[in-house]
């Protein structure tokens, strides 16, 4: 599957973006979507993952209660709802499709388990 992430750009601290992901394929719905991020000098880390119907979502500590992460099976697409960013949430974010289909996460799940990987979309945030 091919992952085309959009919706990046340069916003203030305090303010929201919404990123998009959008797939290709009739098996999106099947699988898990992620999304990561990855800082300037710094290794890439999870941000937070929805299961295959959207019924379980996980999120890392750093970003529950301000991102929300939702998806459009008809549309192929998954979203990033960011709220409340801060200028330690700059970075260039990934989403990332599971490697096996039907799985839910209730732990932060580790990059291998994810098999296709978008290009990535830069947020910049400043203070």
């Known amino acids: 599957v091919q992952l085309v992430e959009s919706g990046g750009g340069l916003v203030q601290a305090g303010g929201s973006l919404r990123l998009s992901c959008a797939a290709s394929?009739?098996?999106?719905?099947?699988?898990?979507m992620a999304w990561f991020r990855q800082a300037p000098g710094k290794e890439r880390e999870f941000v937070g993952v929805?299961?295959?119907?959207?019924?379980?979502?996980y999120y890392a500590d750093s970003v529950k209660g301000r991102f929300t992460i939702s998806r459009d099976n008809a549309k192929n697409t998954v979203y990033l709802q960011m709220n409340s960013l801060k200028p330690e949430d700059t970075a260039v974010y990934f989403c990332?499709?599971?490697?096996?289909?039907?799985?839910?996460?209730?732990?932060?799940?580790?990059?291998?388990?994810?098999?296709?990987w978008g290009r990535g979309t830069l947020v910049t945030v400043s203070s």
């Open positions: 394929g009739s098996t999106f719905s099947s699988y898990a």
């Open positions: 990332a499709a599971d490697l096996f289909p039907r799985r839910s996460y209730s732990s932060t799940p580790t990059q291998r388990n994810f098999g296709s």
């Open positions: 929805i299961n295959w119907s959207g019924s379980r979502i």
